[in-house]
Nanobody, 124 residues
Framework: QVQLVESGGGLVQTGGSLRLSCAAS????????MGWFRQAPGKEREFVAA????????YYEDSAKGRFTISRDDAKNTVNLQMNSLKPEDTAVYYC?????????????????WGQGTQVTVSS
């Protein structure tokens, strides 16, 4: 089992940047593929980015491509999401998620472990 704690959210102006971090407990972090999801008020939780257990593969939702970068540091048991050129439509609660396995998936049901979320607000 793994526990996840997100940090790094906040209020930023349009065009600004934020770096989200997710700290994971446990000794087998390298066995988990990791994902970032977000949920805006009144909307379903949606996929943002994912990284494989080896870190060799990444995948992004279309609106995140070219602006967001997911990375992992297995020595520190962390996964990060660097977000640049932020837009008001990026405003949401951002969640870190983990699943056992190498592959990448965008489906929320495939991830067994979730953090509590961190709020990102982008002002226009």
């Amino acid at each position: 089992q793994v526990q996840l704690v997100e940090s790094g959210g906040g209020l930023v102006q349009t065009g600004g940047s934020l770096r989200l971090s997710c700290a994971a407990s446990g000794r087998t972090f390298s066995s988990y593929s990791m994902g970032w999801f977000r949920q805006a008020p009144g909307k379903e939780r949606e996929f943002v980015a994912a990284i494989s257990s080896t870190g060799g593969s990444t995948y992004y939702e279309d609106s995140a491509k070219g602006r967001f970068t997911i990375s992992r540091d297995d020595a520190k048991n962390t996964v990060n999401l660097q977000m640049n050129s932020l837009k008001p439509e990026d405003t949401a609660v951002y969640y870190c998620a983990a699943r056992i396995g190498r592959g990448i998936t965008t489906s929320t049901v495939a991830y067994a472990y979730w953090g509590q979320g961190t709020q990102v607000t982008v002002s226009s």
